[in-house]
């Protein structure tokens, strides 16, 4: 099942995918520190880290600021996946929905 919360399309893994917006609608409503936190397990327990803080460079368009956050995160996120792919899970379809195609030219 594919997600059913607010979101907007960013890459994930280089694919449109439907990423729910929470953090940065949150971050930019509170004007919060903005961490994404990961941990992974390891032969004797897990690990966390916390990666740096992604600044919120407001503009005056909350929307496309809440697009960039959302990518950023996502990048963070696709880094760390990357670095441990195995210990990776998605319970949904996470490329499920894709973006409406685009209007036709005039």
Not at 18 to 43: G, Q, Y
């Amino acid at each position: 099942v594919d997600t059913n919360v607010k979101s907007v399309f960013v890459p994930f893994f280089g694919i449109p995918s439907k990423t729910p917006t929470a953090a940065a609608d949150l971050a930019l409503k509170f004007d919060a520190t903005l961490v994404v936190l990961w941990s992974w397990r390891e032969r004797f327990g897990y690990h966390s880290t916390a990666f740096a803080e992604i600044p919120l460079d407001r503009t005056d368009d909350h929307q496309a600021d809440v697009i960039r956050l959302t990518t950023r995160v996502t990048q963070v996120l696709e880094g760390a996946i990357r670095a441990h792919p195995e210990q990776w899970i998605w319970t949904h379809r996470r490329w499920k929905s894709q973006p409406p195609p685009p209007p036709p030219s005039a």
